[in-house]
C-alpha cells in the first residue's frame, strides 16, 4: 500500500502535467530560457494578481489565477485574476488585414499568420501583408494535398 505522502506527490504531479497540458493546448508558448517548469512555479507560488493585486485563489472564480498570455505570439505576459485576465481579452471588431488568419499586431508592426491545424498551432510574423499572404497560399496548400 501507498504511504499517504506519497499519494499527495502524485496528485500534484498529475496537477502540475494536468496544469502544463492545458497551457499548452490554449497556445502558450515558451520564451527562449523558458521551461513550463519555470512558469508553473511562478503561477503556483503568485499570491497576488499583478495588475489588480487582489489576492489569488484555486478554482475558477473571479479570484481564481490564470496564465495570461499573448494570443498573437503565445508568450506569457502575467499572472493575473479570473476577473481582469478577462477584462485584458480585446476581441478585435474586425481583421484590418482583411484575410482569415492573418492579423495585425500594431505593437510589434508586424502581420501574423495563425491556423491550428491537426491540433497545432502554427504562427509566423512577417514585416508585410504581402509576405504573409504568400506564405498563407504556400502553407495551406501542403495541408490540402
Not at 73 to 86: D, E, K, Q, V, W
Not at 133 to 145: A, C, M
Request: overall charge positive; charged content about 30%; glycine content about 4%.
Amino acid at each position: 500500500m501507498k504511504s499517504f505522502l506519497t499519494l499527495i506527490l502524485m496528485e500534484k504531479n498529475y496537477h502540475k502535467y494536468n496544469t502544463i497540458s492545458n497551457w499548452k493546448r490554449r497556445g502558450v508558448v515558451l520564451r527562449e530560457n523558458e521551461t513550463y517548469d519555470m512558469l508553473y512555479e511562478k503561477w503556483h507560488t503568485t499570491t497576488n494578481c499583478e495588475k489588480c493585486k487582489v489576492e489569488l485563489c484555486f478554482g475558477t472564480g473571479s479570484k481564481g489565477r490564470c496564465l495570461d498570455h499573448c494570443h498573437d505570439t503565445g508568450y506569457f505576459r502575467n499572472i493575473l485574476c479570473h476577473s481582469c485576465n478577462i477584462q485584458r481579452q480585446v476581441i478585435p471588431k474586425n481583421n484590418i488585414s482583411g484575410i482569415a488568419n492573418i492579423s495585425y499586431n500594431k505593437s510589434m508592426d508586424r502581420y501574423i499568420y495563425k491556423k491550428i491545424i491537426n491540433g497545432e498551432r502554427h504562427t509566423k510574423c512577417f514585416k508585410t501583408l504581402e509576405e504573409a499572404k504568400e506564405y498563407k497560399k504556400s502553407y495551406e496548400l501542403k495541408y490540402i494535398s
